[in-house]
């Protein structure tokens, strides 16, 4: 594979896939990104310009993507809009970007032959009680539960029809939580992390009971560039480390990490319909591509993404202010 589009790579797993890709082989990418307010062309500096190229652009432009498409061996799509809260307050680019985007993206994938591989996450089979051990497989049922998941949840089954009715080569991976350098602050680690850096105390929605399945963003990025390659058309694989940990415990981790007392926390409004638990069993992809993660150690993974927030400072104080003042209109 010589050269491939990756949509959304100015958001966070986005960069860390495009940085990641371009370490470990000689291929040539070009990231298509509408820097909505959850991306960052920053998070891509230093990148070879003989082998990267940016461009400014959305994946509803038919147009463009199709001119792209044309251009490439492979189109990896992260451009989503993310974040639940968001969901819960606007639904509608969710049904914008998630679904027409893809439509968009597969109808060109499907025009020009080119492999296509799909990012999605784990929130697609909704949520599991947390007093039981079942994981999700690829084989669990589709049960979304937020705007969010379900446009994810809809993208998904647009992929899976395309590649029956019309033989489009494609792949697809649900991943669990992920985290790591250049996450946007609204999300539940960066947003505990700069809270502290800030002085502030982080902020737990409910009792901070639910769970969540931690990966490394690299491990992430890892599994897509093997399913890329070595992954079976058609084929769906679940990605997962073994890394179940409470909201409360990730908090009190970080506290401990900052030296402050272990409740030095607060509790805060719930988010409506908020998802129990995931869990992912990734047992398929390590069989069949030989993948394996290696960001075992979560308290080593959380020190270093500690270190990185307070080392880049620059990079997340633009969007602080802004989206704590939106927390506060939540009640969060
Ligand atoms: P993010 O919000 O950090 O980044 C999304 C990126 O997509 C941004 O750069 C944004 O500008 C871009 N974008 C949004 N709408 C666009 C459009 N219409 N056209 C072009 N670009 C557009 O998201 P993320 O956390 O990096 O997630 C990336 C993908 O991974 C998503 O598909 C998400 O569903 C999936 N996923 C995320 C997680 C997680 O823990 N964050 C877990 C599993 C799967
Ligand atoms: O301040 C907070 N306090 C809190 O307790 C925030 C922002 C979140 N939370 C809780 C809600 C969740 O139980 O932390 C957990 C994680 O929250 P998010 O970071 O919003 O992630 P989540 O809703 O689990 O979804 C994430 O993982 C799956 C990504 O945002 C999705 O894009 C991905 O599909």
Same mark, same amino acid.
């Given at each position: ?7 959304? @790579? ?28 959850? @991306?960052?062309? *920053? *998070? ?16 509803? +432009? ?8 044309? *251009?490439?061996? #492979? ?6 809009? *993310? ?45 599991? #009680? ?18 969010? /998941?379900?446009?994810? #949840? ?10 029956? /009715? ?9 991943? /669990? ?8 602050v609204e999300k539940f680690i960066p947003r505990q992390i700069t809270n502290l850096l800030d002085g502030h105390r982080p902020r737990l929605y409910g009792k901070g009971l639910n769970v969540r399945d931690w990966i490394h963003v690299e491990d992430h990025s890892s599994a897509v560039a093997a399913i890329l390659e070595r992954g079976r058309i058609g084929e769906t694989y679940l990605i997962g480390a073994d890394g179940e940990q409470s909201n409360r415990t990730v908090v009190e981790k970080l506290l401990h990490l900052v030296g402050q007392p272990s409740d030095a926390y607060d509790l805060v409004t719930d988010r409506p319909g908020h998802d129990l638990r995931y869990a992912i069993d /990734? ?6 591509? @030989? ?22 400072? +620059? ?18």
């Open positions: 594979m010589q050269r491939i589009l990756v949509t959304g @790579g100015a958001g966070f797993i986005g960069c860390n896939f495009v940085h990641y890709i371009m370490e470990h082989g000689s291929v040539h990418v070009t990231v298509l990104d509408k820097l909505t307010y959850a @991306g960052n062309e *920053s *998070s891509l500096v230093g990148l070879p310009p003989e082998r990267f190229e940016f461009i400014k652009g959305d994946i509803c +432009d038919s147009v463009l993507v199709d001119r792209l498409t044309a *251009s490439v061996d #492979a189109v990896v799509h992260f451009a989503a809009e *993310s974040h639940n809260d968001n969901s819960l307050q606007d639904p509608r680019p969710f049904m914008d970007t998630n679904l027409l985007g893809t439509y968009t993206l597969i109808e060109a994938a499907r025009k020009h032959g080119t492999r296509f591989h799909h990012i999605s996450t784990d929130e697609v089979y909704g949520d599991l #009680a947390l007093d039981e051990p079942t994981r999700f497989t690829e084989d669990s049922v589709y049960r979304p539960t937020s705007p969010y /998941s379900a446009t994810k #949840a809809g993208s998904d089954l647009l992929v899976r029809a395309w590649v029956r /009715s019309f033989g489009l080569r494609a792949t697809i991976s649900n991943c /669990s939580n992920n985290y790591g350098p250049y996450q946007h /990734s047992t398929k992809l390590r069989r069949e591509l @030989g993948w394996r993660p290696l960001f075992e150690d979560f308290d080593a993974g959380l020190a270093a993404t500690v270190q990185w927030y307070q080392e880049n400072e +620059d990079w997340w104080r633009p969007q602080k202010a802004e989206t704590e003042v939106k927390y506060a209109g939540q009640g969060h």
